[in-house]
């Protein structure tokens, strides 16, 4: 069965419309994924709230799958 969990995953990271960051990481056997980035210092006037958008590619016995949080900066 955990043979069943392989494959990547995308995470989108965003600010308003525009892209910050992108990071394609693996999916363990565990089923689970880590995916760090860093960002150049955003000058707001209030927190900057960034999107998160998280894309499971898929594999030959898991569908792909979507996934949306926020965080905020600052």
């Known amino acids: 069965a955990t043979s069943r969990c392989s494959g990547t995953v995308t995470v989108g990271y965003f600010l308003g419309k525009r892209r910050i960051g992108t990071v ?3 999916v363990g056997p565990d089923c689970k994924f880590t995916a760090d980035n860093s960002f150049r210092r955003v ?4 927190p900057a709230t960034i999107l998160i958008k998280i894309h499971f590619n898929g594999n030959g016995y898991i569908a ?11």
Not at 43 to 46: E, L
Not at 64 to 74: E, F, K, Q
């Open 24 to 26: 394609v990481a693996p």
């Open 43 to 46: 000058k707001a006037a209030t």
């Open 64 to 74: 792909p799958a979507d996934r949306i949080n926020s965080v905020t900066a600052g």
